[in-house]
Every structure is written in C-alpha cells, then in structure tokens.
C-alpha cells in the first residue's frame, strides 16, 4: 500500500461522504458495473487496489473535482485546488490577480556577483 494510494483513498472518502453519496452510488454514477460498483469503490477508499486513470477522472468528474486534487499530497494543497475548480471563471480571474501580486512581492533579487557563494 503506497502513500499515494492511501491518500488517494481517504481524498475519495472524503468526497463522497461530503456529497452523502454511498459507495455504490458513486461507483455507478461513474461508469462502474452496478454489481461491482460498491467492492470497488471500497477498495479504492481502503487502499486495497488503484484505479486506473480512466476511472479517476469519472470519480472527479461526479464528485466535481479536479483529477490533481485525489493525488495532492498536502491537505491546504488539495483544499486549494477544490476550491479553485468550484470556482466560477470571475472569481478564478480574481484568485489569479491576487496570487500574481503576491508573487511579484516575494521574488528576491540576487545578486549580480553569484561567483562570491
């Protein structure tokens, strides 16, 4: 069980629950067999199996989220790139301003001798 699995599967969880989705449902709203639907997204949220990359872009796409968030390793990471995908396209216009500035704020100049380090 890798770390990216377990992630991915507590992400998944976490989704799902938020949506107040049950496994099967989510499983088949997704394009999984019915019969399977349920064993399947189960596995995924204990960890057991990975889904393939098809897969998880059915899962975001019925959970409304972006692929990257089911893989971000940290927990503001993931939440920022939720948020973002449920944004509408003003308010990402307005997120991207203000990142922009407070990047050009935090860009240190060095200096023009480097050979000194």
Do not use: C
């Not at 998944?12 to 019969?35: H, M, P, V, Y």
Request: charged letters at 25%.
């Amino acid at each position: 069980m890798s770390r990216g699995n377990v992630v991915f599967g507590l992400r998944l969880k976490t989704l799902r629950l938020e949506q107040n989705l049950s496994q099967k449902q989510l499983g088949i709203e997704a394009g999984i067999d019915k019969f399977v639907a349920s064993t399947r997204i189960n596995r995924y949220e204990q960890s057991v199996h990975a889904p393939d990359y098809a897969i998880v872009q059915m899962l975001a796409k019925v959970l409304n989220a972006p692929v990257t968030y089911f893989f971000a390793e940290e927990d503001d990471i993931a939440g920022l790139l939720i948020s973002y995908h449920r944004m509408n396209n003003k308010e990402k216009k307005e997120v991207l301003k203000y990142v922009t500035v407070l990047n050009s704020q935090s860009i240190v100049s060095l200096p023009n001798d480097l050979d000194q380090y």
